[in-house]
């Protein structure tokens, strides 16, 4: 979510904030001191626009759900119960104010 919100940031117009679902992107947990891979996960996320109830009105923002899935040795969804948990955060991410 905080290198989503970096690229926001940087560039609200990057494709990979553009309305749709992005990834897989495969991201692996490893011990510093021997390299060892301690975790893996796959990370996809979903951008959409932010509905604003007046009428007429466009919110200059946008939302943005990530989705967590923990995988097991050889890439697939990790199926041991203390281990498959999916984690699902949503942030709407808006310019900065100027002033």
């Known amino acids: ?29 490893t011990d510093p001191s021997d390299g060892r ?22 919110v200059r923002a946008v939302r943005v759900t990530v989705r967590v899935t923990p995988l097991g040795p050889e890439r697939e969804r990790s199926l041991k119960p203390w281990l498959n948990k999916e984690v699902h955060v949503t942030g709407i991410f808006a310019p900065k104010e100027v002033r």
């Open 1 to 29: 979510m905080e290198f989503l919100a970096a690229l926001y940031d940087a560039d609200p117009a990057d494709t990979a904030l553009s309305c749709g679902t992005h990834g897989p992107e495969e991201i692996t947990v």
């Open 37 to 58: 891979v301690l975790n893996r996960f796959a990370v996809v996320w979903e951008t959409g626009p932010v509905a604003d109830p007046r009428p007429g009105k466009e």
